[in-house]
């Protein structure tokens, strides 16, 4: 059953933006939405799957990737029960297979594995 719905993925031109969105999307994750922290992850072709940005449960502390610092902006919307990733000046290395994923509140993680649910991923393709 599928909980978390990713969107916003496309084809961009290098320099260009994107903005992604993941809802939750089934009611009892709804309703506890807002006491789970939040992820994106990206995976490349070949590649494994890497820690991108995490934003806390209230949406006051934010971590980011060193190789996306500065470029990708991680956020959220409790009312909306919504996190978002805003990517500015993309490269032809940002695409990615992107996924949204949220674990209990704890301090913010960057490993995949210790996730507990994942949407089914959003496509970004950059072309140079």
């Known amino acids: 059953q599928v909980q978390l719905v990713e969107s916003g993925g496309g084809l961009v031109q290098a320099g260009g933006s994107l903005r992604l969105s993941c809802a939750a999307s089934?009611?009892?994750?709804?309703?506890?939405?807002?006491?789970?922290?939040m992820a994106w992850f990206r995976q490349g072709p070949g590649k494994e799957r890497e820690f991108v940005a995490a934003v806390n449960s209230n949406g006051g502390k934010t971590l980011t990737a060193d190789s996306v610092k500065g470029r990708f902006t991680i956020s959220r919307d409790n009312a909306k029960n919504t996190v978002y990733l805003e990517m500015v000046s993309l490269k032809p290395e940002d695409t990615a297979v992107y996924y949204c994923?949220?674990?209990?509140?704890?301090?913010?993680?960057?490993?995949?594995?210790?996730?507990?649910?994942w949407g089914q991923g959003t496509q970004v393709t950059v072309s140079s």
């Open positions: 994923a949220a674990v209990r509140a704890v301090a913010l993680i960057t490993a995949p594995g210790r996730y507990d649910y």
């Open positions: 089934v009611r009892t994750f709804i309703r506890t939405f807002s006491s789970y922290d």
